[in-house]
């Protein structure tokens, strides 16, 4: 008998993508099966009972979904961040939990350097702006997203600084970007500060009125990584104590209205999380979770496992 794996996206892939999934799964003897734009998040629930695997993007997996599941073993996440999957409760129940890392680095990266872009000219409102070229860049996290950001901050002329206290000094070296080891110094020297954190507990609201209060003059902060990081009451307490300081965000905080009437011209929040929305990185991330879900069934092989 033939697995049966689900792909699980509120928010869909392109159609190519999805349309090669579907045919990869097809031609290695498994059984896919489409769950697209679902409303409600008893949908996931219902769509779970009876499959093997599942593939999601920041689709909620969480114990009601692995409660549901009883047939699941593989949870691939096409994408980096896993914090939508409840990891734990996964491996309680052997269910193996994987993302794909990288997949999609080079699309949120690029939306990173678009949304400085944005706020440099002034959200293309027709008032005078300011370039990038010559101003200095903050990396929070060299990950897969951070590095491109840092090869696309150096080719627009930036001055590119990093601070990333989980590797060591040569990948700093070999991206050719400045080593910062206290992070108060990247917000206090930075003209940009772009986030590539994922949501844990150790940085859930960790960008917090302490470190917003030292950045730079006129400093802005690019969150293309999670909505969580970001303490929102101590960025509105700051942002209404500095009238200098600008935020871009993929992906609204939760009290959109307040960043919204208070600091329009200062703020800009994508109205859907679009980093790893584009057809490459759908591609790219759907393709890699499709052939690590073949390796699990046809060789039992486990790539990239985040529960283990
Ligand atoms: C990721 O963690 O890979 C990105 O945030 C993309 O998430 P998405 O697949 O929900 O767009």
Do not use: W
């Not at 799964?25 to 695997?53: H, I, Q, R, T």
């Not at 997949?103 to 678009?114: D, I, P, R, S």
């Amino acid at each position: 008998m033939s697995e049966k794996v689900l792909i699980a996206t509120e928010k869909p892939f392109a159609e190519s993508a999805r349309n090669s999934m579907v045919k990869m799964f097809e031609e290695a003897g498994l059984k896919p099966v489409v769950l697209e734009k679902y409303k409600d998040p008893k949908d996931l629930v219902s769509a779970v009972s009876d499959v093997d695997a599942i593939i999601v993007r920041s689709d909620k997996v969480n114990k009601e979904v692995l409660d549901a599941g009883t047939k699941l073993k593989l949870v691939v996440r096409a994408g980096a961040g896993y914090d939508n999957v409840d990891c734990a409760t996964a491996k309680a129940r052997k269910v193996i939990v994987e993302n794909t890392p990288g997949q999609n680095a080079n699309a949120v990266a690029e939306l990173a350097m678009g949304l400085m872009i944005m706020i440099a000219r002034g959200k293309y409102s027709g008032k005078s702006g300011t370039e990038l070229k010559g101003k200095k860049i903050g990396v929070q996290a060299l990950g897969n997203v951070g590095k491109i950001v840092a090869s696309l901050g150096r080719a627009f002329g930036m001055e590119v600084c990093a601070y990333d206290p989980f590797i060591d000094q040569c990948v700093f070296d070999d991206c050719c970007v400045g080593c910062i080891t206290k992070i108060e110094d990247l917000y206090s020297t930075c003209d940009y500060i772009s986030l590539h954190i994922p949501a844990t507990p150790e940085t859930i609201k960790s960008i917090d009125y302490q470190l917003l209060s030292k950045m730079k003059k006129g400093g802005t902060l690019i969150n293309t990584a999670r909505a969580e990081v970001i303490h929102e009451e101590d960025l509105l307490r700051i942002m209404e104590e500095r009238p200098d300081i600008k935020y871009a965000s993929d992906i609204a905080p939760k009290n959109v209205a307040a960043f919204t009437e208070k600091f329009a011209d200062r703020v800009f929040f994508t109205p859907k999380k679009m980093g790893a929305q584009t057809a490459e990185a759908n591609t790219n991330a759907g393709i890699a979770a499709t052939q690590q879900i073949i390796a699990y069934f046809k060789e039992g092989r486990v790539v990239n496992q985040v529960n283990p």
